[in-house]
């Protein structure tokens, strides 16, 4: 509801939006060069008496005088036959500038407010203001539901950078909408005359006939200083009837011309001032600095728009289009979806597929449909659980813990949950679980166990369909592709061989990078704009799902590097390892964003072991700055499988690494990566205090070994690695 | 073209009992290109003193707007009941406003006098911008405003 909430007035009004906030942004400047050129008032309290008198001195012909909210004063007079106008010099009360708004700022004026079209665009415009509320509304919080809670909003974020950038634009920037979009609706309420006016002027009264007092002997406008006044118009010429109308902040009235007298007065009301203040408010003008901060903000208007559509489109390309679903009450297995972004449907879709195959008759359905007295012949139910953020249920999930929780008893029919997450978050599978757990709670019979699926890995997929094809009694074998990347061959350069002393044979591979053609360039597809530390995704041979590997290097090296040892019955490390320069395989880049050393120069502390080197040595590499680098690697053994050991010593020769310290496992002292860490305790905890940032490659293992040390170093300073992590200063790729 | 059949706010004294006794007035007011947004327009009749009679027509619909329109808005406090009916678009720089009303016989040669108050968004009133006596020898010949208006005139 939230998202669609989102969504839909997102992209209907995607283009409005960038009409309105582009000219809005624009005008913004406008306030902000009219109080430069505006003459400075050097007189404090200069009164509008004095004023007056300094401008009827100069133009004797003055008819009205205006005070724009900018401070600027202009006045208005007949001469000769002409009417003439000026922006005035209040110390002297001659004009200074042109009194006439720049056509440009008129032309954008209209365009921001009517598009042209009066009264029409006007209410469309304000029906894009309504929608700029209602997103940014929706949009924060959809944000607080993402980062858990309100109090998280401004936690660092994690995902694909169009979602990142949409969010961190929408954090500066949603404070200036919200006045914005606003301001504009109460402006146009004001314009339709929806909301109170002001009393007006008060009724003409009748007056002395008599005329020629000085303007000095006016009692209010001796008493009304400059920056009180809003309009001052002088009676027509020669007509004893009329009367001098005063307007100030305090609010208008007449003054005899004979008397000099205030004949006539009523007070500014509140609805007068409040829509003062909104005006002020929207236009900048009496507040140029806001007004150019709204108007930074509201640049931000394009870019979420780009990127909003973009996810949109993205989101939806990865759902596909399901066929062959059954109707609820004649499917022998259904399978439910709680999917965020779409790609849990694409699963989904797989899992349909082999089971049609299999001569299953399925039905899918979003968890939001859970209705489990509709299923008469199911035998089985499977929920396909993504999670969103922090353990929060995702968008085609919402409502389905609350109904299940509703029911008198659990279901009959078995139930298989399979979630889909991130491990770099720190509720890895979290919604997954929890209907897991109360599943169990409620005493729903269950096929087999949680299965997990980190980031869309179709290994994890295929072995969760073998366990789930042995459950049921029906072979299953899932291929799922997620995205379909178009794969590119891969020549082989050079291969270097470690490892075999200790049999464990490993090889740092380097591949060439294919040229790409002119048009893979313009649309950016093919290997291109990858950095160590992403992954190639290599197909190997005789199979469609693909393995991952840390990039070594990245593209402004000029190849492909990957370390690959060889995993027992490992179909793709024994083909890799079998190449010989000269030979290809196929692969595709995936991004790994966030595991890379992020932007300053605070020092890094690289940690690895075995083929976990990769990527630390490719950011090694490209360390070109000489930021401080540290490295802590674990090995067998110096002399068989030191991978990078040349290179290492050369990087620390040139500044490009600060320290290498190394960890052997097969030598006498048998020490593991985590050992050389606690033996270094009091320089890492110097390192963190310094603002290190902690890249760790490498296994499972070692990746807990290593938190597992982490936490007793930084338990003296109040840290630990998820404290480290929250803050984007603890990433791990963790195979 | 606009042609409204004695659909006129002028007091009881002055409308005609009958259309027998009214006739047909074409009043055209022509814009200057005064190089801002639409203008409003009131155009209203008063006697030889000065004494507001009634509107015949008011081009702009946002009433927040009428105080600049300063002299209509004295005469009348800006009862908007004043122009019930006879509320028409602002009216564009360079562009001409024709209307067609049946105004009574007695308006004209009688000393009453048409005004013309404009007013135009970030820029000057103009209230009187035209002031002009009905008379029959006064048909047909065009009023030069003063700021916004190039020219008026009326024709029967």
């Known amino acids: 509801m939230l998202r669609s909430l989102h969504r839909w007035p997102g992209l209907m009004a995607a283009l409005l939006l960038v009409v309105l906030a582009l000219s809005g942004a624009a005008l913004s400047v406008f306030p902000a060069i009219e109080a430069v050129q505006t003459p400075a008032q050097a007189e404090a309290g200069l009164s509008v008496a004095i004023l007056a008198t300094r401008i009827r001195t100069v133009h004797p012909g003055v008819e009205q005088i205006r005070r724009a909210p900018s401070g600027a004063i202009t006045a208005y007079w007949f001469e000769g036959g002409t009417p003439g106008a000026a922006v005035i010099d209040p110390a ?109 002027p008060p009724s003409m009264p009748a007056v002395s006939g008599q005329t020629g007092v000085p303007l000095s002997d006016m009692p209010a406008l001796r008493d009304t200083p400059v920056w009180a006044l809003r309009d001052l118009t002088f009676p027509a010429p020669d007509d004893p009837t009329d009367a001098h109308a005063l307007k100030t902040a305090e609010g208008e009235g007449y003054l005899d011309q004979g008397t000099g007298q205030l004949v006539a007065w009523t007070d500014a009301g509140m609805w007068e001032k409040v829509d003062e203040t909104i005006y002020m408010l929207h236009t900048g003008r009496g507040a140029a600095a806001l007004g150019l901060i709204l108007g930074l903000m509201a640049l931000g208007v394009p870019v979420m728009a780009g990127t909003g559509v973009w996810m949109w489109v993205a989101g939806r390309r990865l759902r596909p289009r399901l066929r062959g679903t059954v109707a609820t009450g004649q499917a022998d297995t259904v399978l439910l979806v709680g999917s965020e972004g779409g790609s849990t449907w694409g699963f989904a879709a797989t899992l349909q597929a082999a089971l049609n195959t299999a001569g299953l008759r399925v039905h899918v359905a979003p968890m939001q449909a859970f209705a489990p007295d509709r299923y008469g012949r199911a035998k089985r139910i499977v929920v396909l659980a993504a999670t969103y953020g922090d353990g929060v249920a995702p968008a085609s999930a919402k409502g389905f813990l609350d109904r299940l929780a509703a029911l008198p008893g659990a279901p009959a029919i078995p139930l298989a949950v399979l979630g889909f997450g991130d491990r770099s978050f720190p509720a890895f599978c979290g919604y997954a679980h929890e209907v897991a757990m109360m599943a169990r709670d409620k005493g729903w019979p269950m096929l087999l166990p949680l299965g997990t699926v980190d980031r869309q890995s179709p290994q994890d997929f295929a072995r969760w369909g073998r366990d789930f094809g042995a459950a049921i009694g029906v072979p299953l074998e899932l291929n799922h592709q997620p995205s379909a990347p178009a794969s590119v061959a891969l020549t082989l350069i050079s291969r270097r061989d470690y490892g075999a002393k200790v049999q464990a044979p490993t090889a740092i591979l380097r591949f060439a990078l294919p040229r790409r053609p002119l048009w893979q360039r313009l649309t950016g597809r093919g290997l291109a704009g990858f950095a160590a530390g992403d992954l190639l995704a290599i197909l190997p041979e005789g199979s469609l799902i693909p393995r991952f590997y840390s990039l070594a290097s990245g593209h402004r090296d000029g190849f492909a590097e990957i370390c690959v040892s060889r995993l027992p019955g490992g179909l793709c490390s024994a083909q890799l390892l079998d190449l010989a320069p000269g030979d290809t395989v196929r692969g595709f880049i995936r991004t790994n964003r966030d595991f890379r050393p992020t932007r300053g120069r605070a020092p890094v502390i690289l940690i690895g072991a075995g083929t976990g080197i990769g990527p630390l040595a490719g950011f090694a590499r490209e360390n070109t700055a000489h930021r401080p680098m540290h490295l802590w690697f674990g090995a067998r053994h110096p002399d068989s499988d030191l991978l990078y050991g040349d290179e290492m010593a050369a990087w620390q020769a040139d500044g490009r690494l600060a320290t290498v310290t190394t960890a052997f496992s ?24 310094d603002g290190a940032q902690v890249l760790v490659c490498g296994g499972r293992g070692m990746a807990a070994g290593v938190a597992e040390a982490l936490t007793d170093i930084l338990a003296p300073q109040g840290l630990t690695p998820a404290i480290l992590k929250a803050k984007g200063r603890y990433a791990e790729d963790v195979y | 073209m606009k042609t409204l059949l004695a659909a006129l706010a002028l007091s009881t004294a002055l409308v005609a009992p009958g259309l027998a006794l009214a006739r047909p007035v ?83 040669d009688a000393g009453y006098v048409l005004h013309i108050d404009a007013a135009v968004e970030d820029m000057r009133d103009s209230p009187s911008e035209i002031v002009v006596p009905l008379t029959s020898a006064g048909a047909g010949q065009a009023t030069p405003g003063r700021r916004y208006i190039a020219s008026f005139a009326y024709a029967m």
Request: charged share 15%.
């Open chain 1, 92 to 200: 002297t009360g001659a004009g200074v500038g042109s009194a006439d708004a720049s056509p440009v700022e008129r032309w954008l004026k209209n365009l921001h407010r009517s598009l042209f079209l009066d009264d029409t665009g006007r209410i469309v415009m304000a029906a894009g203001a309504a929608a700029m509320l209602v997103l940014s509304l929706s949009g924060l919080s959809l944000l607080a539901r993402r980062t858990g809670g309100w109090r998280k909003v401004l936690a660092r974020l994690k995902g694909p950078l169009a979602g990142r950038l949409h969010v961190e634009i929408a954090r500066i920037s949603v404070t200036g909408l919200l006045l914005s979009s606003l301001t504009a609706l109460w402006m146009t309420a004001s314009t339709f005359g929806f909301v109170p006016q002001g009393a007006g």
């Open chain 2, 26 to 108: 074409t009043l055209t007011t022509t814009m200057s290109a005064y190089g801002g947004d639409g203008a409003y327009l009131a155009i209203y009749v008063t006697d030889a003193q000065g004494a507001y009679q009634g509107s015949l027509w008011m081009a702009g619909t946002k009433s927040k707007y009428y105080e600049h329109l300063s002299d209509w808005y004295r005469a009348t406090a800006g009862n908007t009941a004043e122009i019930n009916g006879i509320t028409g678009a602002s009216v564009g720089a360079g562009r001409e406003l024709t209307i067609t009303l049946d105004l009574a016989d007695a308006l004209f």
């Open chain 1, 666 to 689: 097969r030598t006498a002292k048998r020490a593991y990566v985590q050992d050389a860490l606690r033996h270094d305790s009091a320089r890492i905890a110097q390192l963190i205090k």
